[in-house]
């Protein structure tokens, strides 16, 4: 199985992976959560779950529980967070989801 430097484009490593990922809107724009999830789910990716967040973002935010270096390289270029994304490393094995990503502001006025 390829580790995260392996060769091959970011949509393979990231499938590699195999990681779950829960989908929260902060963004306050309707449906964005499931229309994010539709998108990632046609590239492959596992999403767990999608609901709101329990508050506003500004900024989308990725939080990695469990270790998946491909799974969030391919969501900050899937969701256009520039080469600097905000990434919140908080390793949780008994999290409901491998990666959470708080959709923002940011991400509600790129969104198709």
Do not use: C, K
Not at 53 to 81: I, W
């Amino acid at each position: 199985m390829p580790g995260p430097q392996s060769p091959g484009d970011a949509q393979a490593r990231m499938q590699s992976e195999a990681a779950s990922v829960a989908l929260y809107n902060g963004s306050g724009r309707d449906g964005l959560a499931e229309s994010t999830a539709e998108m990632l789910r046609q590239a492959g990716m596992q999403i767990a779950q999608v609901s709101l967040a329990g508050q506003a973002y500004a900024t989308t935010t990725l939080v990695d529980h469990s270790g998946n270096p491909a799974t969030l390289r391919y969501l900050a270029e899937a969701l256009g967070l520039g080469s600097e994304p905000r990434v919140i490393l908080d390793y949780n094995p008994s999290a409901t989801a491998s990666v959470e990503v708080f959709l923002g502001n940011d991400w509600a006025q790129r969104a198709p």
